[in-house]
């Protein structure tokens, strides 16, 4: 089967409910699935990528307000 490339978001800057299930999620994914987590925490995003080998991830800034979407 070919690789697919799935990237998760999450924009909690600490553990809660979701991040418990997503966690879950990342674990029980197939190996042929590459996991890119993009998050605005570094603590949960490093958190999430240790439930699954040779995660991806990306720390962006947070978005406050429409202004900050640009």
Not at 1 to 13: F, I, R
């Amino acid at each position: 089967m070919s690789a697919l490339h799935l990237a998760v978001y999450t924009d909690a800057t600490h553990r809660g409910g979701a991040e418990v299930n997503l966690s879950r999620v990342l674990a029980a994914l197939p190996g042929f699935v590459h996991v890119t987590v993009v998050g605005v925490d570094d603590e949960v995003v490093d958190w999430l990528c240790g439930f699954r080998p040779e995660t991806a991830s990306l720390v962006l800034v947070a978005v406050r307000d429409r202004r900050d979407v640009g």
